[in-house]
């Protein structure tokens, strides 16, 4: 811990402590607070609040000590838990932040450190605040181990006089802890979200008169132009209407009803008055001003403030095409709270928002003191000119929840209502070697394009960043919306025992609508996947290298990677049988003339924006500058199939699953229809299977990407596909 002596003051009178062997003493009133195994500690008093009991932490902090693996021990000791502190996605909203590499952040209410560990990569300093010393024992554990030195764990009340000198933090983050603020009583969320509470201790304070001083001390300690960052559901927000209980005291429709009807209810139900206020963005507005900040720019979150999908700024709202887009951290539930909620009137719909993101300013706004991170990068880098960033505002959009993906942000022009740039930003390091294939591919195609129609098609490349900054790719934002799924599309591709576990009457829906539901979607997917094929000829047409490949080369081609997979001893006897099949099959075919042109890699749906006529591609971090057609064909028709086949598993192969729920037929449309506007003989593609399924399993990955995460990757997916044929 750097410098640690000269950071805190004194809880009771203010005055700077300094450091005397295992304590922090006040020169003022002479109090003493002790370090506790590398933490200090600033408590007046030996409060709890955790997900689990105080026991586990101390096994988990004792096992994480010994073993040096604390993310082996998370998972042997609260495996339920992971999601809530390993991924690097709750500190996407980082890059919304007015701060810089210099800055110096207090996480207020850190627990495990969900939002600490991303945001001690990108900052100089974090100080990690928490009324519970096991979780803070962790964080320090957990931040050793990963090599991060510049997290300093600090145990204090945010009840009480927060244990820093005034203007000492550029931004202090809340994140999920305002609506805990009026609860000072021991919570065990494992315990008491099922329970009841044992008892309750009588407050003289109101839960929003006990925030407000908290939030009045936050702008105490940070400078004069630092900023707080508010992470909350929204009193009114959509789910809650719909049925969904409070996420901190499991009552239904307690939120948005009165409080003192909403105390009475959860005094009958779970023991306690109701003290967990969470606002409407009006209210939470108020609630800060009456705290001493002086302005408030207010976002929308979907599905929730700690797994974003979406964040927009309330100011565009009504703009943005899809203000509530999901993305990877959504599932079925979501998706259709989403659907129910985009039915509002955009200019109401912002309200019912289900998480509120708020970014408080101690000072009036200013350009410089209020831009957004990301947008700092891109004034830096000379993308936009530093005049004009008072115009834009910064989005997510469509965030999926693995590390190794980046996360997305769009850059808009709030003049002129437009979309500029499309972002992405690497939560880990390793993202830039992706980021750079795909820079050096875009450039590779636009070079290639040049001149014809496909070069609208696809993105134009605006900026990498280098090495030693943050992990950034910039294009030029690409009009046009994704593909929509429909209600139909989310039951047929739902994951339905997870399902189970939330909603026996929803689990017994898709169970028994999923043949009905896949036949649907397929039939509103068809005009799509055959306008998406006229788009894939166009694209491989106009990059051919002047290669080409005949029925021996491709035959011989095809013998090489078989004895490849043979090496590896991933195969069967099942499997020979198979392939000898296939290899007759290939040599029986009438000779035939392949062009190569540029492989995109991942050509499917989710890659794909517009409509009719209006097509484009995006996301060319897998494409190769040459290649043959078969596989980007075969991920467009089959990566769904194949997921949904895992999906509802009955014991049935692909191939009859794809004839039972209505996939052969449009299998065998959309082949024909490849084959009339390419000129591919209709006979090969019916091996299009084989094809593809072989060099999926044959590709080189990286270190940091997850092949099974690849529908047609594994041995399971070689054995259906090697067998089937359309």
């Known amino acids: 811990m750097s410098n640690i002596s000269s950071t805190f003051a004194c809880v009771g009178c203010g005055s700077a402590a300094d450091k005397s062997g295992d304590f922090f003493v006040c020169p003022g009133c002479h ?34 000590s010994r073993s040096g693996d604390w ?6 000791t609260i495996p339920d838990y992971l999601p809530h502190f390993v991924p690097l996605l709750r500190g996407d909203v980082q890059f919304l932040w007015p701060t810089d590499k210099d800055s110096v952040i207090l996480d207020a209410g850190s627990m495990w450190g969900g939002m600490t560990i991303p945001a001690a990569k990108h900052h100089r300093d974090v100080y990690a605040l928490d009324k519970t010393v096991e979780t803070l024992e962790f964080l320090d554990i957990r931040a050793k181990q990963m ?22 933090f550029d931004l202090v983050v809340l994140n999920g802890v305002l609506e805990w603020l009026g609860v000072t009583d021991e919570v065990i969320l494992e315990k008491h979200w099922e329970g009841r509470f044992n008892k309750t201790t009588k407050q003289i304070k109101s839960p929003d008169e006990m925030q407000e001083n908290a939030l009045s001390e936050m702008f105490r300690v940070l400078k004069p132009g630092g900023a707080l960052y508010i992470g909350v559901e929204n009193r009114f927000g959509i789910q809650y209407f719909l049925g969904m209980p409070d996420d901190h005291i499991n009552v239904k429709f307690v939120t948005f009803l009165p409080r003192a009807i909403a105390s009475f209810i959860t005094r009958i139900r779970k023991g306690v008055p109701y003290r967990n206020y969470i606002y409407s963005p009006g209210q939470l507005k108020k609630l800060l001003r009456n705290s001493g900040f002086r302005r408030a720019d207010v976002f929308s979150e979907f599905p929730h403030y700690n797994t974003v999908d979406s964040v927009t700024p309330f100011d565009i709202f009504e703009k943005v095409r899809q203000p509530f887009s999901a993305g990877g951290n959504a599932g079925l539930r979501w998706r259709i709270i989403a659907m129910v909620w985009s039915l509002l009137p955009r200019k109401l719909a912002k309200y019912f928002s289900p998480s509120l993101g708020v970014l408080a300013y101690k000072s009036e706004r200013s350009a410089d003191r209020s831009t957004p991170r990301l947008i700092r990068v891109l004034r830096d880098a000379g993308v936009i000119k530093s005049e004009d960033v008072h115009k834009y505002r910064l989005a997510i959009v469509n965030s999926r929840p693995d590390d190794r993906n980046p996360a997305h942000y769009v850059v808009y022009d709030a003049e002129k209502n437009a979309p500029l740039y499309f972002c992405k930003v690497g939560r880990e390091e390793s993202v830039r070697a992706v980021f750079e294939h795909e820079a050096n591919m875009l450039t590779f195609a636009t070079r290639v394009f040049r001149g014809k129609p496909m070069e609208k098609r696809i993105p134009v490349l605006a900026y990498i960043s280098g090495k030693g900054e943050i992990p950034v790719q910039v294009t030029k934002y690409m009009h046009g919306g994704a593909v929509r799924w429909g209600l139909w599309g989310l039951l047929a591709h739902s994951r339905p025992e997870r399902v189970r576990a939330k909603s026996e009457m929803l689990y017994k829906i898709i169970v028994r609508t999923r043949k009905l539901a896949t036949r649907r979607w397929l039939k509103r997917i068809d005009p799509v996947i055959h306008e998406a094929i006229k788009l894939l000829v166009e694209l491989q047409t106009e990059s051919r290298t002047g290669k080409t490949v005949n029925r021996d080369a491709l035959y011989g081609r095809i013998t090489t990677q078989l004895e490849s997979l043979k090496s590896r001893g991933s195969v069967n006897a099942g499997f020979v049988g198979a392939t000898n099949e296939f290899l007759a099959g290939v040599k029986s075919l009438k000779d035939f003339t392949l062009h190569t042109s540029i492989e995109h890699g991942d050509y499917d749906l989710v890659n794909i924006v517009g409509r009719r006529g209006g097509m484009k591609v995006v996301d060319f971090e897998h494409a190769e500058e040459s ?59 019916s091996f299009l299977p084989q094809l593809a399924v072989l060099e999926q399993n044959l590709k080189t990955y990286p270190p940091e990407r997850d092949p099974y995460s690849y529908p047609m990757y594994g041995e399971e997916s070689l054995k259906e596909m090697m067998s089937f044929t359309i």
Request: aromatic share 12%.
């Open 627 to 685: 290649g043959l057609p078969f596989f980007d064909l075969a991920n467009l028709i089959f990566n769904h199939l194949i997921i949904q086949w895992r999906r509802f598993p009955q014991g049935l192969g692909l191939g009859e699953f794809a004839l039972k729920y209505g996939w052969t037929k449009r299998l065998v449309g959309w082949a024909d229809s490849y084959s009339e506007i390419s000129g591919v003989p209709r006979e090969l593609l």
């Open 31 to 64: 109090k003493k607070y002790p370090i506790v195994n590398g933490v200090p500690d600033f408590r007046l008093e030996n409060g709890y609040w955790g997900n689990v009991s105080r026991e586990k932490m101390r096994g988990l902090n004792s096992l994480a």
């Open 147 to 168: 090599g991060l030195h510049n997290i300093h764990p600090v145990a204090a009340d945010l009840n009480s006089r927060l244990p820093f000198p005034d203007g000492m």
């Open 71 to 76: 993310l082996g021990s998370a998972r042997e």
